[in-house]
Nanobody, 119 residues
Framework: QVQLVESGGGLVQAGGSLRLSCAAS????????MGWYRQAPGKQRELVAA???????SLLDSVKGRFTISRGNAWNTVYLQMNSLKPEDTAVYYC?????????????WGQGTQVTVSS
């Protein structure tokens, strides 16, 4: 069994920063990519950032220059550093893992962590 546990969400003012962490346990050797999805109220879930086992990264256009995804030395921790946060970044953020490099389909989801950015 695989578990993904997020931490680091919270309330922050616009322009502030947060760092999300995701700790993976279980059969993580199956994963070739991990990433962060988010879902805002009334909106579709979207892939915000992804990182492959080889440390290649991709970011949603709207967060480029503000967010950074990184991984720990062991392939069981992923981080999302979020700077210059905007109210439109408010959402539940989910840590995800996939056997594919494209993150589609997602094989495992964390429980989600709320990020709220006040204006």
């Amino acid at each position: 069994q695989v578990q993904l546990v997020e931490s680091g969400g919270g309330l922050v003012q616009a322009g502030g920063s947060l760092r999300l962490s995701c700790a993976a346990s279980g059969s993580i050797f199956r994963f070739n990519a991990m990433g962060w999805y988010r879902q805002a109220p009334g909106k579709q879930r979207e892939l915000v950032a992804a990182i492959t086992r080889g440390a290649s990264t991709s970011l949603l256009d709207s967060v480029k220059g503000r967010f950074t995804i990184s991984r720990g030395n062991a392939w069981n921790t992923v981080y999302l550093q979020m700077n210059s946060l905007k109210p439109e970044d408010t959402a539940v953020y989910y840590c995800t893992a996939s056997r594919t490099l494209s993150m589609v389909p997602v094989d495992y989801w964390g429980q989600g962590t709320q990020v709220t950015v006040s204006s």
